[in-house]
């Protein structure tokens, strides 16, 4: 070893052939690292730090702002160079592979060499062959890594010194593998970090693309939220508007004025209506009455007719019974009746019998009448009270209007005030325009502007019910107790539709006549029968109240 180190440099290993040629074996490690690998075979990317740091860097530094759009289609763009990038060190990779194998058969080549070497030494060949063949051999398998370099200097070199250099070369070649494998795996930890990256970076991707999905709700959600805002503000100028010109409001206020007294006048009919059909439904049952009373009467006639009947069949079987016994018995006296006389009798009972039925027919016609009657009165009763029960509804909704249409007048009213006093004209205005004061000893008493009316403080007091306005229409301003009223406003009383009822009908007995009294009293008198001639006397009395009403 001592002669190689003084006659061959330190990488390579030198053999003299017989002409005192010597030939150098480059034996130093093909690649130090997998960069020298791709640049010797014409590879390489463009690496920087700046790119790892945004592929791992986290998602909350990025905003939602087209600055982060542009980095999204920036990202996009350097994920797609990374993956044809990952395609060419893929390609390296394979390209060191096959490399690897090409040292790998080197290798096992230099193996058969010194066992090929040792078996020649062994048999003591000719030094001249040996290094002849040897050095073919070197020339045939390894023409990349073999440089020939004739040299006549070291020509009585023995074949030990060969077979040092080719252990040397299988040395130099182990560490080579050894580097290579390191460098295998260093681009495997890269090539699967850049995998990871390329994951990471379609992870976030993703959830830029969730995210610009959730900004662009958010911006739709904020457009119409934009709209809904500009309508209020169109609204809330319109109202500026309106409260600028009082005359608008004076005008709707008499307009809702109107509706009101237009749903009081058919209040006003519905329950002259309902009236109406009350007095109906009591004319209705008095008829009924009246016609039960008939029918009583006609079927008392009929058992009168009956009884009759009955004595002069008795009279009719006496005679008989008579003649049969003077016959029997001439000593005895008896009375004595003709067939005619007989005929007679049984002509009038039939006669009574067939008018007794026909008077009960009648009756009953006209009791059948009578409830026709009443169900249609019923009917309209009950429409009548749909009717009342509507324009309750309608009032209540007009008197909301109003209320609405007195509160927005007060603003105004206000407003006007408090402009008027802050550019101090406030004497010009408490004498020349008393209508914007909100003092309730100057406001004009109309019907058409304040339909509920102010306390003195100007403070509103409670609405008018339903119960209430019926009540006054119907006992009239006399009658009804203010008082009470001041004090009742809070709470309003439920006024049922009987109880309305029941006052027109008081209101129908007070104006009506001594007999429309007698005719609505509730009590009947009892009806008895003393004979045929009582019940004549009070068919013509109930004649002559009717032809009365």
């Known amino acids: 070893m001592s002669a190689e180190a003084e006659c061959l440099p330190a990488p390579a290993a030198g053999v003299t052939d017989a002409g005192g040629r010597r030939a150098e074996i480059d034996t130093s490690a093909p690649f130090e690292s997998v960069r020298e690998a791709v640049d010797r075979f014409g590879g390489g990317a463009a690496w920087s730090a700046g790119l790892v740091k945004r592929m791992f860097a986290p998602s909350s530094k990025r905003h939602d702002n087209p600055e982060d759009i542009e980095e999204l289609t920036s990202v996009e763009q350097q994920t797609a160079q990374i993956e044809n990038e990952l395609a060419i060190k893929e390609r390296e990779t394979l390209d060191v592979l096959k490399e690897l194998e090409s040292t790998k058969r080197i290798i096992t080549e230099l193996k058969l060499k010194i066992h090929k070497e040792t078996t020649e030494t062994s048999q003591v060949v000719k030094p001249d062959e040996t290094d002849q063949v040897s050095v073919a051999e070197t ?328 119960g209430q306005i019926l009540s006054m229409k119907l006992m009239g301003p006399d009658e009804y107790d203010k008082s009470v009223w001041d004090d009742k406003t809070s709470e309003a009383p439920n006024v049922s539709l009987g109880q309305i009822l029941n006052r027109s009908g008081v209101l129908c007995r007070e104006d009506g006549d001594g007999a429309a009294r007698k005719r609505i009293s509730g009590k009947r008198k009892k009806f008895a029968l003393h004979g045929l001639s009582v019940l004549l006397a009070k068919q013509s009395k109930t004649k002559k109240k009717r032809e009365s009403f």
């Open 139 to 466: 020339e045939e398998q390894q023409p990349q890594n073999v440089n020939v370099d004739v040299d006549m200097e070291c020509t009585e070199e023995s074949p030990k010194q060969s077979t040092g250099s080719v252990s040397v070369e299988l040395e130099k070649a182990k560490e080579s593998l050894n580097r290579t494998t390191s460098d295998l795996a260093a681009v495997r930890a890269a090539v699967e970090l850049l995998h990871n990256g390329i994951t990471k970076e379609q992870t976030l991707l993703e959830r830029a693309r969730e995210k610009l999905s959730a900004n662009t709700s958010l911006i739709s959600s904020l457009e119409e939220e934009l709209d809904e805002t500009a309508q209020k503000l169109e609204t809330l100028k319109d109202l500026q508007q309106r409260r600028k010109d009082p005359a608008d409001i004076f005008i709707e206020i008499k307009k809702m004025t109107s509706e009101v007294q237009q749903l009081r006048s058919m209040a006003n009919d519905s329950k002259s209506e309902a009236m109406v059909l009350a007095a109906e439904i009591e004319q209705a049952k008095a008829s009924i009455s009246t016609a039960e009373i008939r029918c009583i009467a006609a079927k008392k006639m009929e058992e009168a007719a009956r009884a009759a009947e009955a004595l002069a069949l008795a009279e009719i079987k006496a005679l008989l019974s008579s003649e049969n016994s003077s016959e029997g018995n001439s000593a005895t006296d008896g009375v004595t009746l003709s067939t005619e006389e007989y005929f007679n009798l049984l002509s009038k009972a039939r006669e009574a019998d067939e008018i007794s039925r026909k008077k009960e027919e009648d009756a009953m016609l006209r009791v059948e009448t009578a409830n026709s009657s009443e169900s249609e009165s019923v009917k309209r009763l009950e429409d009548a009270r749909i009717e009342v029960e509507e324009c309750k509804k309608a009032l209540k909704e007009a008197l909301k209007r109003v209320e609405a249409a007195n509160h927005g007048k007060l603003a105004v009213e206000e407003i006007l005030h408090r402009w008027k006093s802050e550019s101090g004209h406030r004497k010009r205005s408490i004498g020349g325009s008393p209508k914007f004061k909100n003092t309730a000893h100057h406001r004009k008493d109309s019907h058409t502007m304040d339909v509920v009316s102010n306390d003195s403080d100007g403070s509103f007091k409670p609405t008018l019910s339903i």
